[in-house]
């Protein structure tokens, strides 16, 4: 395995090595409600759909070989926090903002995950797996090696449960792509307010979601905004 550097994100071992490991030890039940930001489709004038599993190997956890993945956050605030602190200034700044135009592009879906097996990345376990926190702020590519082999470990996990590098407080999921999780189902009783009297059955093994609204339109986009400070702009 490649040294631990500072300011370098280590490569994973080969994946025979990597998949002695007792992975199991380190994953937590990761099922429940998540928040999913998804854009506008410009051709069709409506939303691309909410359940996408990325193979596009662009973002951190999406090798082009490997199951697919879909970004889910807790809450709205994180998953904007996803979306949009990169490019946002610091607390007063006119960059730490959002502009209604572009509000007007992005829509969100709250969908209900099964019970699923996560590798939990939010504490000591990156250090027992051979890496350490620059797995979540470091190199694309490198990371999306270490992806791969968690989606081939013989353990067979659902996708990594990681703090947001933005606000460690904060937790996302990446959702690997196994079977059964598709085809989605549309349940319109699953609000942004998530205070629906439908509970997941064991028939449930799906992904379930609800209706995609505007983002403009969530009654959580104020307070969310509010409790990032960040502004609407014209």
């Known amino acids: ?84 602190d990169d490019r946002w200034g610091p607390v007063g700044s006119a960059g730490r903002s959002i502009t209604r135009k572009e509000l007007k592009t992005m829509w969100v879906t709250v969908i209900s995950v099964p019970p699923v097996h996560l590798f939990d990345a939010t504490g000591p376990n990156l250090s027992k797996i051979g890496t350490d926190a620059q797995l979540l702020s470091g190199d694309h590519k490198v990371a999306r090696a270490w992806a791969l082999r968690l989606m081939r470990h013989p353990a067979g996990i659902g996708g990594i449960l990681y703090p947001s590098r933005h606000d460690p407080q904060r937790s996302n999921v990446a959702l690997f792509e196994r079977p059964g999780l598709l085809p ?20 449930h093994e799906t992904l379930i979601y609800g209706c995609a609204m505007p983002l403009q339109k969530h009654p959580d986009l104020k307070k969310s905004l509010l409790e990032m400070e960040a502004a609407i702009l014209p």
């Open 184 to 203: 989605g189902v549309l349940n319109k009783r699953i609000g942004p307010s998530i205070a629906t009297k439908w509970k997941r059955t064991k028939e």
């Open 1 to 84: 395995m490649a040294k631990k550097i500072p300011g370098k994100l280590n490569a994973p071992p080969p994946q025979a090595e990597f998949d002695a490991l007792p992975l199991d030890k380190w994953c937590r039940n990761g099922g429940g409600f998540f928040v999913r930001i998804h854009s506008l489709n410009a051709g069709t004038g409506k939303p691309w759909p909410p359940l996408h599993f990325s193979r596009r190997n662009n973002t951190r956890f999406d090798p082009a070989d490997g199951e697919g993945t879909l970004y889910i956050a807790g809450t709205l605030s994180g998953a904007l926090m996803e979306m949009l």
